[in-house]
Nanobody
Framework: QVQLVESGGGSVPAGGSLRISCEASGYMLSTGCMGWFRQAPGKEREGVAVIYAGSQSYADSVKGRFTISLENAKNTVYLQMNSLKPEDTAIYYC?????????????????????WGQGTQVTVSS
């Protein structure tokens, strides 16, 4: 059974940094796409940063500020978030796909992902 458990969310002032983590069990990080999505109140879930087959894809709104990385020894994926803005406030979800077919839908589309974590809240105050 695949489980994704996020941690590290919290509240920071604008301009601050946070690193959120997602530990996977029952799933090998090299199996397929893995990524971070976020959902703000009243908005659709959007792909923030994903990693697949050695490539990475970032939403335009976070390029240059967010970095996704894997630590295979810990079966953990991270999202380092710098220069945070109030508009980054959302629940951040970790997601994983059973294969690399997720890229067919666009690697940052939620459609291609099979497993989801429970989410962690990130709040950025102005």
């Amino acid at each position: 059974q695949v489980q994704l458990v996020e941690s590290g969310g919290g509240s920071v002032p604008a301009g601050g940094s946070l690193r959120i983590s997602c530990e996977a069990s029952g799933y090998m990080l090299s199996t397929g796409c893995m990524g971070w999505f976020r959902q703000a109140p009243g908005k659709e879930r959007e792909g923030v940063a994903v990693i697949y087959a050695g490539s990475q894809s970032y939403a335009d709104s976070v390029k240059g500020r967010f970095t996704i990385s894997l630590e295979n020894a810990k079966n953990t994926v991270y999202l380092q978030m710098n220069s945070l803005k109030p508009e980054d406030t959302a629940i951040y979800y970790c997601a994983a796909a059973r294969s690399f077919l997720c890229v067919v839908h666009g690697p940052r589309s939620p459609i291609g992902y099979n497993y989801w974590g429970q989410g962690t809240q990130v709040t950025v105050s102005s």
